[in-house]
Each structure stands twice: as C-alpha cells, then as structure tokens.
C-alpha cells in the first residue's frame, strides 16, 4: 500500500500510525497540498488532499475515518484499534472525535496566521481559534492518565493515535499554546514516540 502525505499533517500521520500499530507494510509518498506537489495529488485525489491510501488492488482511499475504517475491516480482530461494540466502542470513538477536533481546530489556525496574506488576518478570529484549540487540549489533558494508554487500557488503540497526534502537530505549529500546560498529554506523546510505530512518523 501507498499513503500520500507527510508525517506534518495529523491526518496521514494517524493513517501511518495506524498501519503501524497493525503491522501493515507502507510505501510513503511525503507529498504537500501546495506547490507543485498539489497537481500530483489531484491525479490520485481529485481534490488534492491527503491523506490519500492507495491499496493493492489500485483503489484509491480518501479520508481519514474513511480510510481507518477500512483497516479495522479488514484487520485480524487482535489487531484493531476500535472496540467492536459497547461502551469501550463509544469511549474510543469519542475520544478520537475530541483529539481529531483538536487537530481541526490547529490545522485552521496554521492556515489562517501562515497562510492567509497578513493584510487579510482577523485577529477576533485567531483569538477565537487559538481559544478552542487550548479548551480542546485542556479537555484531552483530562482524560489523559498517568501512567499507559488511555482509559488504562493493555495497548494503545485509536484515541491514543488520535491524542498523539493532536500533540505533535500543536507542538510543531502552535507550540505556545501548549504553554497552558498538557503535562499528562506529553507524557503520553513522550511514551508512544518512544516506540517504532509512533515514533517513526514524529514530525
């Protein structure tokens, strides 16, 4: 299989980690959603995003939850990241639903304050944004335990990718709103890039 994007973007990256943790085998094609990579993209995706993850077969699979569906179907049942059913199912898929908001929520921001010309900022609406990315990580920080995985789980399943992530790329884009103080979510951050299946994809 062939996933399209770079380790930067929370969503290939929670697809990377996600083979990882499934043991799948995965080509990477580090491609950006601007320059010259954007037209490229479009040839796969005719919307130019990513994540893109190409399958054996030639199919082209896009969107995140889409795409990480797709793996748990058709993973060994060892192997998936998403209880079948039950409350442990809703706790884990709420969790990712607050951790990929996070991510949301930062991507806009990146866009809005290093995208966006500078004469067309709108401070009221940064403010607005950087305000619901630090109650977002004030709500992950609250969940997070310790000590282990989430929810004192054995082994790391979906909302750990999903908060590992929202992590890392508020680290790399937005590091001062982390100054609120997440020291649980690092430290969970700090143990799973410990580990090949996290680690290597850290942008």
Not at 75 to 84: G, M
Not at 105 to 129: F, I, S, T
């Amino acid at each position: 299989m062939i996933l399209y994007g770079r380790d930067l973007s929370p969503f290939a990256r929670r697809v990377a980690i996600w083979c990882a943790l499934q043991g799948r085998e995965l080509e990477r094609r580090p491609l950006m959603v601007s320059g010259e990579d954007f037209e490229t993209l479009k040839t796969v995706n005719p919307m130019g995003r990513v994540p893109i993850l190409q399958l054996e077969d030639g199919a082209n699979l896009i969107e995140t939850w889409a795409i990480c569906d797709w793996l748990e179907d058709t993973a060994p049942a060892d192997h998936r990241l998403i209880p079948s059913t039950g409350i442990d199912r809703r706790e884990v898929l709420q969790e990712v639903g607050m951790a990929n908001s996070v991510a949301e929520k930062a991507v806009a921001l990146v866009y809005d304050k290093n995208r966006r010309p500078e004469a067309l900022h709108w401070p009221e609406w940064q403010g607005r944004l950087a305000g619901q990315l630090a109650d977002g990580l004030r709500a992950l920080e609250a969940l997070c335990p310790a000590d282990g995985w989430l929810a004192g789980r054995a082994r790391p399943m979906a909302g750990d990718v999903a908060f590992v992530v929202a992590h890392d790329f508020v680290a790399v884009t937005n590091p001062q709103v982390l100054e609120i103080g997440v020291p649980k979510l690092a430290a969970l951050a700090g143990r799973a890039n410990a580990s090949p299946a996290f680690g290597a994809s850290k942008p």
